[in-house]
């Protein structure tokens, strides 16, 4: 967070912190397609701020063209991953997540579509490898949690809020052979207020099993949500008293 920035600012300002280094590179770029070996990432940013998906829900009208992904490859080399003109990345900032396993990390963002609404993404230096369905309706955004073996299966899950303003739901979706599929959701829990320049909860680990915490959906309470293999429960572990109670929360406190 760039602190020194207004609300409205803070989300173009991290996109255009790019070091000159990276911007050199990118005239060499490849956009949205691999060359040879796939590349170790280092690290991921948007780029491209734009106005043309008109939703506001994280507090202003900019949302993002195009994703850099950076890599190991020749020292550094930067892919630019852009978006069609009917899509943006409608998120705060891409998430690095070892979604296979394989020791490498893989970047997963929220991706809209003009007419569909939002996604959950997952990118490597060779493009997008996974997706789940789009909400379905224009100006429909999901809020993600985080990410993790949640039920100790060897396969990492992608939480995320279905809807955190409307239908208020977690759906949970596991990265098995190559894809995304669905095994489990939970209704009555958010994690985001519209106008909010970020996302509350996230994934804790407090006894040796990862949990999500999330607030209940009339932001009373918040909740530690698990999931088994087959389904996901709940337990109330405290009243909401702004992002402080979050942050204790995700400290075990």
Known sequence: MIASLPD?????????????????VLAAALVASGAGAKADILGAEY?????????GVLGDAIEYGSLLIHTDRMDGLTFKMALPQDRVFEDLAPRLVDV?????VEVVVVESQANTGAALAI?????????TPHIGTRNRW?????????DGDGHIELGYIDRPHLAKTLRLW??????LSEVAALGG?????IGEDFISGGVRDCAG???MVVATANWQRLAAIRFDGSELSADDIGPFAGPASFKAALACQ
């Open 189 to 193: 829990l958010t994690n985001h207020r």
């Open 47 to 55: 780029a491209d701020p734009t106005t043309r998906y008109a939703h």
């Open 209 to 211: 099993r990862p949990e």
């Open 8 to 24: 409205k600012a803070r989300r173009l300002a991290r996109c255009l912190l790019v070091p000159s280094a990276r911007r050199a």
């Open 174 to 179: 596991r990265f098995q052979d190559g894809a």
């Open 100 to 104: 296979d396993g394989d020791g490498d």
């Open 123 to 131: 990118y490597d230096d060779t493009g997008k490898i996974a997706s």
């Open 142 to 150: 999901l809020a993600p949690i985080g990410a993790a073996d949640f």
